[in-house]
């Protein structure tokens, strides 16, 4: 199977599993567990930040930080197609009694700042305060430019809002701009990294803040049925990803590339624009096109999303010759072969 769903379905490698076999474990509901207490602090020093959460997901810890920073009655600007907004099953309403203002995304995953400052609400007793803005890097394989971060710091900064970034990808983000994360992660007041995307761990987030910000995360955790105890064999795996599986992720990039200028150069065939900025493809086929593919490839043990415009992931477990044999494959759908 070539499996191009998402680079979730990475499966742990053989170090990974030595890592997580060999961990010394421990309570860490008490904090007493060795191996999550390393990947906290490397996670923090990582991203540049006092302190760090292991979280179970990524869903969850954007839930925390969302409950961290706001208050009941309290309001976020979000993406409408972002994460925290849209596939996080409304977890900030119904758990935090937080308000989403979502706002639409420009085509290159930004929020208009302008458009941002248009929503935020007057201080008075008719709206919700708002409280957070919350971006997204990347947002659909697309990277977010860091001058369009450094903006959005200065934004945040002078109208008093609180800058969480769901950085589910960012280091897909550093790795394509050849930067050091924390030209990313340092305009922000916190960062959600998931360990199970792309780096490849089996399961785990984490979350990044200051340190009182943390402190009331891992309340909020504990609330929300996320305290783990020997969670370090969990741990052991994201630490690994964080140590050995970061930088191969440009290898990911460049099989999204060689994907894309394939599908490209097929007649009827189209790529987004934006695809391949990092590990994701779009092609821009019609819907019905899209699922008749999806079931054309199964046949095929290629398996993509089958949902509207197909997205196409790259990840470890995909390798250079798996995309030409689905550059191919993809050709004879087109050729009707
Ligand atoms: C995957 C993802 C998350 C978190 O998802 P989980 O499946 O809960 O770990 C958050 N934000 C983005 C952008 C994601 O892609």
Same mark, same amino acid.
């Given at each position: 199977?070539?499996?191009?769903?998402?680079?979730?379905?990475?499966?742990?490698?053989?170090?990974?599993?030595?890592?997580?076999?060999?961990?010394?474990?421990?309570?860490?509901?008490?904090?007493?567990?060795?191996?999550?207490?390393?990947?906290?602090?490397? $996670?923090?020093?990582?991203?540049?930040?006092?302190?760090?959460?292991?979280?179970?997901?990524?869903? &969850?810890?954007?839930?925390?930080?969302?409950?961290?920073?706001?208050? #009941?009655?309290?309001?976020?600007?979000?993406? &409408?197609?972002?994460? %925290?907004?849209?596939?996080?099953?409304?977890?900030?309403?119904?758990?935090?009694?937080?308000?989403?203002?979502?706002? *639409?995304? *420009?085509?290159?995953? =930004?929020?208009?700042?302008?458009?941002?400052?248009?929503?935020?609400?007057?201080? +008075? @007793?008719? @709206?919700?305060?708002?409280?957070?803005?919350?971006?997204?890097?990347?947002?659909?394989?697309?990277?977010?430019?860091?001058?369009?971060?450094?903006?959005?710091?200065?934004?945040?900064?002078?109208?008093?809002? $609180?800058?969480?970034?769901?950085?589910? #990808?960012?280091?897909?983000?550093?790795?394509?701009?050849?930067?050091?994360?924390?030209?990313?992660?340092?305009? @922000?007041?916190?960062?959600?990294?998931?360990?199970? /995307?792309?780096?490849?761990?089996?399961?785990?987030?984490?979350?990044?803040? =200051?340190?009182?910000?943390? /402190? %009331?995360?891992?309340?909020?955790?504990?609330?929300?049925?996320?305290?783990?105890?020997?969670?370090?064999?969990?741990?052991?795996?994201?630490?690994?990803?964080?140590?050995?599986?970061?930088?191969?992720?440009?290898?990911?990039?460049?099989?999204? $590339?060689?994907?894309?200028?394939?599908? &490209?150069?097929?007649?009827?065939?189209?790529?987004?624009? @934006?695809?391949?900025?990092?590990?994701?493809?779009?092609?821009?086929?019609?819907?019905?096109?899209?699922?008749?593919?999806?079931?054309?490839?199964?046949? #095929?043990?290629?398996?993509?999303?089958?949902?509207?415009?197909?997205?196409?992931?790259?990840?470890? +477990?995909?390798? *250079?010759? +798996?995309?030409?044999?689905?550059?191919?494959?993809?050709?004879?759908?087109? =050729?009707?072969?």
């Amino acid at each position: 199977m070539i499996d191009l769903r998402s680079d979730t379905v990475t499966r742990p490698t053989a170090g990974m599993r030595a890592a997580m076999a060999a961990a010394e474990v421990g309570d860490d509901v008490y904090g007493e567990d060795p191996t999550v207490n390393r990947l906290e602090s490397l $996670a923090a020093e990582m991203i540049g930040t006092e302190a760090a959460l292991f979280a179970t997901s990524g869903t &969850q810890s954007n839930l925390l930080a969302l409950m961290s920073h706001c208050q #009941r009655g309290d309001e976020y600007i979000v993406g &409408q197609q972002a994460h %925290t907004y849209k596939y996080e099953a409304g977890g900030a309403a119904v758990l935090g009694s937080i308000q989403p203002q979502p706002l *639409e995304l *420009e085509d290159n995953g =930004t929020l208009d700042l302008e458009r941002v400052r248009a929503a935020i609400k007057p201080d +008075d @007793f008719h @709206f919700a305060r708002t409280r957070l803005l919350c971006l997204e890097n990347t947002q659909l394989g697309k990277v977010l430019p860091l001058s369009y971060l450094a903006e959005a710091a200065a934004f945040a900064g002078k109208h008093g809002l $609180a800058l969480h970034l769901d950085g589910a #990808r960012v280091f897909n983000a550093a790795v394509k701009l050849k930067v050091d994360v924390q030209t990313i992660t340092g305009h @922000f007041d916190s960062v959600s990294v998931c360990l199970s /995307k792309g780096l490849g761990a089996p399961v785990g987030s984490v979350l990044c803040g =200051t340190k009182p910000f943390i /402190k %009331t995360a891992r309340r909020w955790r504990k609330m929300l049925g996320g305290g783990m105890r020997q969670a370090g064999i969990l741990a052991a795996a994201g630490i690994f990803a964080l140590e050995h599986q970061v930088q191969r992720l440009a290898e990911d990039h460049k099989n999204a $590339a060689l994907l894309a200028s394939g599908l &490209q150069s097929i007649p009827g065939m189209g790529v987004e624009p @934006f695809s391949a900025d990092t590990n994701m493809v779009f092609t821009t086929l019609k819907p019905q096109n899209g699922m008749a593919l999806a079931v054309f490839l199964k046949e #095929r043990d290629i398996l993509v999303s089958p949902s509207g415009r197909n997205r196409l992931v790259t990840h470890l +477990d995909v390798s *250079e010759a +798996d995309i030409r044999t689905v550059i191919e494959a993809i050709q004879q759908f087109m =050729t009707g072969g």
